[in-house]
């Protein structure tokens, strides 16, 4: 009973780090580019959530934080990621690295090393029971918010021509090519997205954590051990991947308090080591 | 032929520059008396070694504007002290290359631990500012090294001494979330001697990373477990971490810490701390001299100082007061001079000695609780710090492990 009541717990984590780990296997899977600079956005994400939450209250800080920040998306994508699509990936790596360095280090100029105290609204504090399990009403509410933006983005890929193109586009970009239509905006679209849900999950988790310079770095790790275990290109991979991290780690913790974030490396080296591509990783031809 | 010579000329030109250089150099050393300061930058503590900087480069500038130490300025060259190793190598070179006469700061136990056995093997005097793990001026103690920061034991013995008073001891029994690394361990080890001693019961602990930012997992067995208090021996912003999912998740157990610095308080926000926790000193002490620090550097930070920024302010003018009357930078000469238990002001209602047998500073602390709701005057203020323990009646040493508790024995 009591582990299963942290099995449900691991669900609901899982679901925040499915936020931040999505839009980073979207956008490896577009353009061939591990974004190393994907907590910086988190972390962007979570520090205007704190400067919009001061003036116009909880609610749109969370809806305006994103928008943001995905403007600045754009910003990345037009003028750095775009110049790397077909170059050597170690040169994307180093570039998307060194933007973290950077955003880091701009983000404790502008406000201090010190972290900043982020609160949510009384209304969502405290516990709700649903039989005998224990759930923090935030929680519930972030569960639920994943669950929105997880349907629109599935939605978006496979009900919408632009999901076609962009799905065509993992697959075979040249035949994209060929018929004559432009991967470019799409992959514009795709970034913004996926730094988009990055900065959501920055600023959905600012009041449950502290929000302080290195909380990108903190994220990236496990954001990448989810995408590595769902397997590139894979929607329900990741979906799968963030889901059994967050049960994996929970279970560790009851059993074994102090092994608790070691479990999601052994996790993934088992996976890797049984299923080298990930858990539902497709074939995709241009990283074969 | 040609190229030996040009050689030649370039190696008798890099000499002379060498030969040219170099008495500037020795000149600039004989000039400047320089401390080689580390301290953690980065990192679950890094917001605290920001105050750490905040409150050294304070002192130096008062005391350089008053004339300096011996008529010469103090330089302190500060670096972030990253890890142990790192730590290590740090001191290391600013011993050996950069010319420092003592070494300053540490927040971290581990790191702390680490300079220390530099300064052992290297003879030099270390003050040991801001780690507070037992061991370190315990079974680690070495007598190159003197510690400022109040130990886990005396932080568990200013709460547990309060919570005994408010009967939340005898017969509790208690569930404790502990830092996996030194000084959570220590602070585990003190905790558990206090409760023996006093009738508490420990049902529960837990072992938790130092990168572990989610305790939904850790919440859910504390209350599987129903103990009657929780306890939190954790460090740095991780306190932060769980104050607020505790609130977050609402349980319904009191919550009280062995150990919380101000910085991490402050950013829990008002409405999400409770209980009561220990500090070693807050800026609304109702002292005059704490009271004219603390206006001091709000006028220059705009931010009142945490208890990192008080213990390097005060550290700082400690070594120069030491320099000043010993007239010397000499390992041995200030060593003898901080053993011989001189009084220190420290900006608190009693002033401060260097206990000679295991050179811990011997100081007042206290607990704190914090305000009711809207009573706070800032952000910064929802604080309110208990009476200072020891009480006036008695000894200062009282709240420090006694000898027989203490393995420290210097080589």
């Given at each position: 009973m009591f582990l299963l009541e942290q099995v449900v717990n691991g669900l609901v984590l899982g679901g925040y780090y499915l936020l931040i780990a999505l839009g980073l296997s979207l956008i490896f899977s577009v353009g061939g580019i591990v974004n190393l600079a994907h907590g910086a956005f988190y972390a962007l994400g979570a520090y205007a959530s704190v400067e919009?939450?001061?003036?116009?209250?909880?609610?749109?800080?969370?809806?305006?934080?994103?928008?943001?920040?995905?403007?600045?998306?754009?910003?990345?994508?037009?003028?750095?990621?775009?110049?790397?699509?077909?170059?050597?990936?170690?040169?994307?790596?180093?570039?998307?690295?060194?933007?973290?360095?950077?955003?880091?280090?701009?983000?404790?100029?502008?406000?201090g090393a010190a972290p900043l105290s982020a609160s949510m609204p009384p209304s969502l504090k405290g516990a709700?029971?649903?039989g005998d399990f224990l759930f923090s009403r935030y929680r519930l509410m972030l569960l639920a918010v994943v669950a929105v933006v997880l349907l629109g983005v599935w939605l978006l890929l496979h009900k919408t021509s632009f999901g076609r193109v962009v799905?065509?586009?993992?697959?075979?970009?040249?035949?994209?090519?060929?018929?004559?239509?432009?991967?470019q905006p799409y992959m514009t679209a795709v970034v913004v997205l996926g730094v988009g849900m990055a900065a959501m999950g920055g600023a959905f988790f600012a009041p449950i954590t502290i929000v302080h310079p290195a909380m990108g770095a903190e994220i990236i790790t496990v954001a990448f051990v989810v995408v590595v275990i769902g397997g590139l290109g894979s929607f329900w991979g990741v979906v799968l991947a963030a889901l059994l991290v967050g049960v994996v780690r929970g279970i560790t913790i009851h059993f074994a308090p102090a092994a608790g974030e070691a479990s999601i490396y052994v996790l993934m080296f088992l996976v890797l080591l049984l299923r080298p591509r990930g858990l539902l990783g497709e074939r995709i031809e241009k990283f074969e | 032929m040609l190229i030996q010579n040009r050689r030649t000329v370039l190696k008798a030109g890099a000499a002379m520059a060498v030969a040219l250089g170099c008495p500037a150099i020795v000149r600039a050393q004989a000039d400047k008396i320089?401390?080689?300061?580390?301290?953690?930058?980065?990192?679950?503590?890094?917001?605290?070694?920001?105050?750490?900087?905040?409150?050294?480069?304070?002192?130096?500038?008062?005391?350089?504007?008053?004339?300096?130490?011996?008529?010469?300025?103090?330089?302190?060259?500060?670096?972030?002290?990253?890890?142990?190793?790192?730590?290590?190598?740090?001191?290391?070179?600013?011993?050996?290359?950069?010319?420092?006469?003592?070494?300053?700061?540490?927040?971290?136990?581990?790191s702390a631990l680490t300079i220390m056995q530099v300064v052992a093997r290297?003879?030099?005097?270390?003050?040991?500012?801001?780690?507070?793990?037992?061991?370190?001026?315990?079974?680690?103690?070495?007598?190159?090294?003197?510690?400022?920061?109040?130990?886990?034991?005396?932080?568990?013995?200013?709460?547990?001494?309060?919570?005994?008073?408010?009967?939340?001891?005898?017969?509790?029994?208690?569930?404790?979330?502990?830092?996996?690394?030194?000084?959570?361990?220590?602070?585990?080890?003190?905790?558990?001697?206090?409760?023996?001693?006093?009738?508490?019961?420990?049902?529960?602990?837990?072992?938790?990373?130092?990168?572990?930012?989610?305790?939904?997992?850790?919440?859910?067995?504390?209350?599987?477990?129903?103990?009657?208090?929780?306890?939190?021996?954790?460090?740095?912003?991780?306190?932060?971490?769980?104050?607020?999912?505790?609130?977050?998740?609402?349980?319904?157990?009191?919550?009280?810490?062995?150990?919380?610095?101000?910085?991490?308080?402050?950013?829990?926000?008002?409405?999400?701390?409770?209980?009561?926790?220990?500090?070693?000193?807050?800026?609304?002490?109702?002292?005059?001299?704490?009271?004219?620090?603390?206006?001091?550097?709000?006028?220059?930070?705009?931010?009142p100082p945490e208890n990192h920024a008080w213990i390097e302010y005060v550290s700082l003018k400690m070594m120069a007061q030491a320099m000043n009357e010993t007239k010397s930078t000499d390992t041995e000469k200030l060593i003898a001079y901080f053993e011989k238990e001189t009084q220190f002001d420290i900006l608190k209602g009693r002033k401060g000695y260097f206990r000679s047998w295991d050179h811990q500073l011997i100081q007042e602390a206290y607990p704190f609780t914090v305000r009711e709701k809207g009573k706070a005057k800032d952000k910064w203020d929802f604080l309110a710090l208990g009476a200072a323990v020891p009480g006036a009646n008695e000894p200062l040493e009282v709240i420090n492990p006694p000898k027989d508790q203490n393995a420290c024995t210097m080589a």
């Open positions: 919009i939450t001061k003036y116009l209250g909880f609610g749109p800080a969370v809806v305006l934080s994103p928008v943001a920040v995905g403007m600045l998306g754009i910003v990345f994508e037009r003028f750095i990621l775009r110049r790397f699509y077909t170059a050597d990936p170690i040169l994307s790596l180093l570039v998307t690295f060194g933007l973290a360095m950077v955003t880091e280090q701009l983000i404790r100029i502008a406000w709700i029971f649903v799905r065509a586009g993992i697959q075979r970009p040249d035949m994209v090519a060929a018929l004559g239509i432009r991967l | 320089k401390i080689g300061h580390l301290t953690p930058l980065t990192g679950f503590l890094g917001a605290l070694g920001e105050y750490a900087q905040l409150g050294i480069r304070m002192a130096e500038a008062e005391i350089n504007a008053a004339g300096g130490v011996m008529g010469r300025p103090l330089e302190i060259a500060s670096e972030d002290s990253v890890n142990p190793a790192t730590a290590a190598t740090k001191a290391q070179r600013m011993l050996e290359q950069d010319g420092a006469t003592v070494l300053m700061g540490e927040i971290n136990s581990a290297n003879k030099r005097l270390y003050m040991q500012i801001g780690a507070r793990s037992d061991a370190l001026r315990g079974k680690n103690c070495n007598r190159y090294t003197f510690h400022v920061d109040i130990p886990s034991t005396v932080m568990v013995n200013s709460v547990g001494k309060a919570l005994v008073r408010d009967n939340m001891m005898k017969d509790k029994r208690f569930f404790t979330l502990t830092a996996d690394y030194l000084f959570g361990q220590d602070l585990l080890r003190a905790a558990k001697a206090f409760f023996d001693a006093n009738g508490g019961k420990l049902i529960g602990d837990e072992l938790v990373g130092t990168d572990v930012t989610d305790f939904s997992p850790y919440l859910l067995k504390i209350r599987q477990a129903k103990p009657d208090i929780v306890c939190s021996n954790l460090a740095g912003n991780q306190v932060t971490n769980l104050i607020k999912q505790y609130a977050e998740f609402g349980l319904p157990f009191p919550i009280v810490g062995f150990n919380l610095n101000t910085a991490d308080a402050w950013a829990a926000g008002e409405g999400n701390l409770s209980g009561t926790w220990p500090t070693v000193w807050y800026h609304t002490l109702e002292v005059p001299a704490s009271q004219a620090f603390v206006a001091a550097f709000i006028k220059k930070h705009g931010k």
